[in-house]
Nanobody, 121 residues
Framework: QVQLVESGGGLVQPGGSLRLSCVAS????????MGWYRQAPGKQRELVAS???????NYADSVKGRFTISRDNGKNTVYLQMNSLKPEDTAVYYC???????????????WGQGTQVTVSS
């Protein structure tokens, strides 16, 4: 089985920073794309940032210039550095990865349990 374990969420004041981490573990052949989604109360889940295995990235317009996604393939880990945080960034952040499990013929879409990020004075 494959699991994604997130860490790094918490409470921060506006203008502050947080760094989220997500580690993939289990039996898998390879990890393709990895990324971060978030869901705020009363809103739909949205893509925040993603990175392909080759390093190409995508960002939501609302976080461009403030958030940075990075990836350590050797550690099967993806990070989200969040700077200049705003109250509207408050949400549950979910790690996502497209992974080909060992012995499988196709990849699956895996999700972490979510970590709460709260930006408030």
């Amino acid at each position: 089985q494959v699991q994604l374990v997130e860490s790094g969420g918490g409470l921060v004041q506006p203008g502050g920073s947080l760094r989220l981490s997500c580690v993939a573990s289990g039996s898998f052949f390879r990890i393709n794309a990895m990324g971060w989604y978030r869901q705020a109360p009363g809103k739909q889940r949205e893509l925040v940032a993603s990175m392909a295995s080759g390093g190409s990235t995508n960002y939501a317009d609302s976080v461009k210039g403030r958030f940075t996604i990075s990836r350590d393939n050797g550690k099967n880990t993806v990070y989200l550095q969040m700077n200049s945080l705003k109250p509207e960034d408050t949400a549950v952040y979910y790690c996502n990865a497209h992974i080909l499990p060992s012995g499988a013929a196709w990849e699956f879409n895996y999700w972490g349990q979510g970590t709460q990020v709260t930006v408030s004075s």
